[in-house]
């Protein structure tokens, strides 16, 4: 089956550092999207990601979309405290049908040192 | 903005014991989801659902597993003999379209005795 292979595990980071994640895939996916979970919520959406090549960024966070469609990675600039949480990588395969469903990475755990 | 809302946000039941977990999706979203993530692993497919009824079941999905749009704005999943390994966070998510991004609960987290 489809797997997504997420790395780091974790990272212990001083504030102000840069960050980067990334997952890589056995198969293509058309879409791959970022999440951040905090203790005790669900992920919440950081990025979306459609085309191979795309670059995006929202605010200190930038992701790409790789352009074999079986990678991607997450960059955070100039990291904060409330940076901290885990960061999930999901793949979908939009053309598959009717399958939706999101396949998702272990998580990267971010703990950032004020 | 708006949110998926799921409830409650812990139950707790005895081995054998039906459950429901209820989640209210994005009030204008098409497409819902649940899924589930038992500690210290990733989360896992359960079933999604479009237009009544269920367009993808993982295999964790079986006979015990059952899913429900009983009126315009709740979705419920219910365990019908729960099991110790059902315990997990139960997150339901919704989208508007297939393409769109899926919305996440904050999830119900489900303990079995």
């Not at chain 1, 940076?83 to 971010?110: E, H, M």
Request: net charge negative; aromatic share 12%.
């Amino acid at each position: 089956g489809q797997q997504l292979n997420q790395s780091p595990q974790s990272m212990f980071i001083q504030e102000g550092e840069d960050v980067s994640m990334n997952c890589t895939s056995s198969s293509i996916f058309n879409t791959w999207l970022w999440y951040k979970q905090d203790p005790g919520e669900g992920p919440v959406l950081l990025i979306a990601l459609y085309k191979a090549g795309e670059l995006t960024s929202n605010g200190r966070l930038t992701a790409q979309f790789g352009i074999t469609r079986k990678d991607s990675f997450l960059n955070i600039s100039a990291s904060i405290p409330s940076d901290v949480g885990i960061y999930f990588c999901a793949g979908q395969d939009s053309n598959a049908g009717n399958n939706r469903k999101l396949i998702w990475g272990l998580g990267t755990s971010l703990a950032v040192n004020p | 903005e708006p949110e998926v809302t799921q409830t409650p946000s812990h139950q707790v039941t005895q081995m054998g014991q039906e459950v429901i977990l209820r989640c209210v999706p994005i009030s204008n979203h098409l497409y819902f989801y649940w899924y589930r993530q038992i500690l210290g692993q990733k989360v896992e497919f359960l079933v999604s659902f479009y237009n009544n009824e269920i367009s993808e079941k993982s295999e964790i999905f079986d006979d015990q597993f059952s899913v429900e749009r009983p009126d315009g704005s709740n979705f419920t999943l219910k365990i019908r003999s729960t099991k110790l390994e059902d315990s997990a966070m139960y997150f339901c998510a919704s989208s508007l379209y297939r393409e769109q991004p899926q919305h996440f609960g904050d999830g119900t987290r489900l303990s079995i005795l």
